[in-house]
């Protein structure tokens, strides 16, 4: 999972997605991890339109972690905001290792956070193909060390797919810090 490399898909957690509980845990445990190494975040979202800054932000006292987050759900929102070259998303589409970097390091350049994570996928139900089917979430992750992408092909419906990319970022930006 490093500049460009690709996780294999994920089957989904016993149980099921997570559930609102179990995303709230996880943000309040990101935030402190944070706040104890001072890094702040910002997020760039295309098919979460904003889920992941939402679940941080619902937690009183995040301001001092989260910087701001971008949502992008228009091609143009990703070049206009982020600074992605139209030409990139011509050549590989909206959902591609490329773009999901591309957000990543223009969420990171456009905020003062330390770290920055972007997701762009297909949440369904409609809209997938043979080469990017329904759940196909790419991530990228901008930080100090560099940039990273990864992506999951995660089951089930729209909600599901949400749920558990806002789990999976959360889960990628604790293991850079």
């Given amino acids: 999972m ?5 996780a294999e898909a994920q089957a989904e957690a016993p149980g099921g997605p997570p559930d609102a509980a179990e995303l709230r845990r996880a943000a309040e445990r990101l935030l402190a991890r944070c ?20 679940r941080l ?9 989260v910087d701001r987050g971008f949502v992008t759900y228009s091609n143009a929102a990703k070049t206009e905001m982020l600074g992605v070259p139209a030409a990139l998303i011509a050549d590989h589409g909206a959902v591609s290792a490329p773009v999901a970097e591309a957000m ?39 930080h100090a060390g560099g940039v990273m992408t990864d992506h999951v092909v995660f089951p089930g419906d729209r909600a599901a797919v949400r749920a558990a990319t806002v ?8 293991a850079v810090l």
């Avoid at 932000?57 to 972690?65: H, L, N, P, Q, W």
């Fill in 104 to 142: 990543a390091r223009g969420a990171r350049a456009r905020s003062a956070a330390g770290v920055a994570v972007a997701v762009t996928g297909i949440a369904g139900p409609g809209g997938g193909s043979a080469d990017k089917p329904v759940g196909l979430v790419w991530f990228g992750l901008a």
């Fill in 167 to 174: 789990a999976h970022a959360f889960a990628l930006i604790d």
């Fill in 2 to 6: 490093t500049g460009g490399a690709k």
């Fill in 57 to 65: 932000t619902e937690i009183a006292g995040s301001s001092d972690v």
């Fill in 35 to 54: 706040r104890a190494r001072g890094v702040m975040l910002a997020t760039a979202e295309s098919c979460t339109g904003g889920l992941i800054a939402a």
